[in-house]
């Protein structure tokens, strides 16, 4: 039998026992056709490209925690990124929270790079190359930019992270070299439009919110254009059937 149609009917049947997470098993499957639901499903005519950017995009909070969107990509026009969309998936409609919408609507740009650089000063000593590398990502997807002196900093920093050391000094050397790097990067200035998408079963929640894009399952196309179209049919089952 197929190994996807295998995960697929076990994700499904684990999915009526309490603590399974569907959506978490889900998630890294669906992330290969995200680009094409979007644009199948909300830019059908235009001439664009949906960029799939990372998962786990972290927000800071004012506890210093961190919520996590489930998706981040890009609208592109002609070159340039005209949007970044923001996409939460659900598997179930009992985990909906409209207040965790109007939340993502509410973000601008900004705020989301200076909350993962003010999270990566705060976070433990081991985990600070993650969000350099989060970083040095969205550098070169083009949604921050540099100064001059980034290249620099950023050799330095690494040259420092190599040496993994838990020593008190070497500690605070990267702690001050990461406070460097994070003054040599910024928000792209033209990033201004956040769009944020729900994917996930028709629900009465999503649907009252006003202007949240929602995709949802049961609308999905079956034969819609992509890389992978025989698996496309099992997953887009799958999905149809998740309430």
């Not at 094409?36 to 909070?61: G, R, S, T, V, W």
């Not at 506890?63 to 996590?68: E, G, L, R, T, V």
């Not at 949007?83 to 409609?93: A, H, I, Q, R």
């Not at 992509?226 to 149809?240: C, F």
Request: net charge neutral.
């Amino acid at each position: 039998m197929n190994t996807l149609i295998t995960v697929l009917e076990r994700i499904t049947k684990f999915k009526a026992f309490p603590y399974y997470g569907a959506e978490r098993r889900i998630d890294i499957i669906l992330s290969v056709f995200l680009p094409a639901i979007i644009k199948n499903a909300l830019y059908p005519n235009e001439q664009c490209n949906i960029d799939f950017i990372m998962p786990e995009l972290p927000l800071k909070q004012e506890n210093n925690q961190a919520d996590c969107v489930d998706y981040l990509l890009s609208k592109t026009l002609n070159g340039e990124i005209e949007k970044l969309l923001l996409v939460e998936l659900k598997t179930d409609v009992g985990m909906i929270s409209k207040d965790q919408f109007i939340k993502y609507k509410n973000m601008k740009w900004h705020d989301v790079v200076n909350g993962i650089k003010e999270k990566s000063l705060e976070t433990e000593y081991k985990n600070r190359i993650k969000y350099f590398n989060l970083l040095e990502h969205l550098v070169a997807k083009n949604l921050l930019t540099k100064k001059d002196s980034h290249i620099v900093i950023r050799n330095d920093l690494l040259a420092l992270f190599k040496l993994s050391t838990k020593v008190h000094k070497e500690k605070m050397k990267i702690y001050y070299k990461m406070a460097e790097y994070c003054e040599s990067i910024f928000p792209n200035e033209r990033i201004d439009n956040i769009e944020v998408i729900y994917l996930g079963p028709k629900n009465d929640v999503t649907d009252k919110i006003s202007g949240l894009q929602n995709i949802y399952f049961q609308n999905l196309d079956e034969k819609m254009e992509n890389e992978y179209p025989e698996d496309w049919v099992y997953i887009v089952n799958t999905l149809r059937d998740m309430k």
